[in-house]
């Protein structure tokens, strides 16, 4: 079965951890890192291959909510979908880990299926956001302009739609 992409699981509890990875290994690549430190150093050598992070929030070295402002300060790393796990079930931190840029906050425990239908959206709407942004850019590539004709196709639905215009 080939893997529907990266999941890099950060996560200094190994119980935790363990779970996270067992969760998704058969649909996914996975690697792992104990802190923030880590974590970043994955993130330079595979930020082209990261479908999502699954992030703890409290860990030594470098912390979850130091990792996501990194994340966000950086225009190659802040569009990675980043969701968070935590022990801490406040509105203040929630918010606060939203406000730096996690797509959404999973109190622990974990419940499995819960965690597992997050990450399955996350990466189906990355798949489709990639699908569309390849027809765009087939569709912009498309235009063509000659000495007194515009002319542009546009592709919707496995339909081509060619227009011409005439110009002075």
């Known amino acids: 079965m080939e893997k529907r992409g990266l999941i890099l699981i950060v996560e200094d509890d190994s119980i935790n951890k363990r779970i996270l990875s067992n969760l998704f290994c058969e649909q ?58 935590t022990s801490e079930e406040s509105v203040e931190s929630d918010q606060r880990l939203l406000d730096l840029g996690a797509v959404t906050v999973i109190h622990k425990p974990i419940n499995a299926g819960i965690v597992k239908r997050h990450i399955n959206n996350i990466v189906d709407r990355q798949k489709e956001h990639a699908s569309f942004m390849k027809d765009y850019m087939l569709q912009k590539s498309l235009i063509h302009k000659t000495a007194n004709t515009f002319t542009c196709a546009y592709h919707f639905n496995d339909q081509t739609v060619v227009m011409e215009q005439q110009y002075s």
């Not at 104990?34 to 082209?48: F, R, Y």
């Open 28 to 85: 996914f690549e996975i690697m792992e890192a104990e802190n923030g430190k880590e974590a970043l150093d994955i993130i330079q050598c595979q930020e082209n291959k990261l479908s999502v992070i699954i992030l703890d929030v409290y860990m030594p070295v470098v912390d979850g909510y130091s990792v996501l402002k990194i994340l966000s300060n950086n225009n190659k790393w802040r569009n990675i979908p980043v969701v968070v796990t």
